[in-house]
């Protein structure tokens, strides 16, 4: 028995190693199997050598009562006392205790000198109770919980291991950053908008523009119904702020629409931003200048800004 045993043991650490290092994502896979294949050769030897311990377990059991029939024979006893005493009469049903009786597995006082271990060291006696209800509920569901677990995450692959799960995790939480991040675009006003040069922000405002802008204001910006904003001169101002400003309320005395209603404010600060790049590049046919001459360079303009709030 012991050498099965020995045996048993060193066939299961065996077979469960490739089993393991197959999870070991930094180890260099040198065999020609897969590493799934491998895992499933380790599984499969797991639940063998189960099935065969059960098995070896049964044979042993049958062998034990063929040998206590013999010796019961030897000494003499007749067929139905040995039959009695391999299959002891189911013993009567005991009143239905509480369900903490139960739970506990505890036994009546008077089954004590039944329950009576009969070994005595100075006067202390051990009581032989059975182990706990609860506690072998909880052994055996630990078991039913293994095996589930085992099917689930390792042989079915149904649920996500610890690794998966952090790719899951990270990729929703990368989808849910890009959600916030276009919100966020979204919040801007005529206050936060800040002049950029991404040219995904300018591809997009010379998009919006092409459709939106250039039947009043020319293909390049160089003004017909409403003025060239491609030069130095500003009627509202010429700073991304003025021109966030200008684009989403509108001048509606002057013919200016609002565009609050119709653009959202990404694609009014993408659009500021495309009108922004346009400055100076002199297209052909521009329509007088209109307003204050200002510097198009958001940076020298608050310079300037600076300088005359010093000089008064
Ligand atoms: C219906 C014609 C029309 C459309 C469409 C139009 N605009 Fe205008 N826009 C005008 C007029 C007219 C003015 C001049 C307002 C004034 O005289 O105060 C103007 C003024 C402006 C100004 C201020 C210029 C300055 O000198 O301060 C900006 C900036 C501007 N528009 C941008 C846009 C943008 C961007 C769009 C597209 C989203 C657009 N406009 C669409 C007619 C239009």
Redesign the pocket.
């Known amino acids: 028995m012991r050498y099965l045993r020995a045996i048993l043991f060193l066939a299961l650490a065996f077979l469960i190693q490739p089993a393991s290092a197959a999870n070991d994502p930094s180890l260099d896979d040198h065999s020609l199997l897969t590493a799934d294949v491998q895992n499933y050769i380790g599984y499969g030897a797991i639940v063998f050598a189960l099935v065969l311990f059960i098995v070896v377990m049964l044979v042993l059991l049958r062998t034990f009562k063929v040998l206590t029939r013999i010796i019961l024979k030897y000494e003499g006893q007749t067929e139905e006392q040995i039959i009695a005493e391999l299959k002891p009469a189911k013993k009567e049903k005991k009143p239905k205790g509480e369900v903490w009786n139960k739970l506990l597995s505890l036994r009546p006082l008077s089954e004590e000198k039944d329950l009576l271990i009969e070994h005595e060291y100075d006067g202390i006696q051990e009581l032989d109770n059975p182990t706990p209800a609860w506690f072998m509920y909880l052994f055996y569901s630990t078991i039913v919980f293994a095996v589930a677990y085992l099917l689930i995450y390792h042989v079915f692959g149904v649920g996500q291991l610890q690794y998966a799960e952090y790719n899951t995790e990270v990729a929703q939480a990368a989808i849910a950053k890009k959600e916030f991040l276009s919100k966020a675009a979204n919040r801007v006003d005529e206050n936060t908008v800040k002049l950029v040069n991404d040219p995904a922000v300018l591809a997009s405002g010379q998009a919006?523009?092409k459709q939106?802008?250039s039947?009043?204001?020319g293909e390049h910006a160089q003004g017909s119904?409403?003025?060239n904003?491609t030069d130095d001169?500003?009627?509202?101002?010429?700073k991304i702020n003025?021109?966030f400003k200008?684009?989403k309320y509108g001048?509606a005395a002057?013919?200016?629409?609002t565009?609050e209603k119709q653009?959202s404010p990404k694609q009014i600060s993408d659009?500021?931003n495309y009108?922004k790049s346009l400055h100076g590049t002199n297209p052909p046919n521009p329509k007088e200048p209109?307003?204050t001459k200002e510097t198009d360079d958001d940076g020298k303009q608050v310079k300037k800004e600076l300088v005359s709030a010093l000089v008064k």
């Open positions: 919006i523009f939106t802008c039947p009043c204001h119904v409403g003025p904003l001169y500003w009627l509202h101002g010429g003025d021109l200008t684009i001048v002057k013919g200016m629409p565009w653009l659009v500021a009108v209109q307003g």
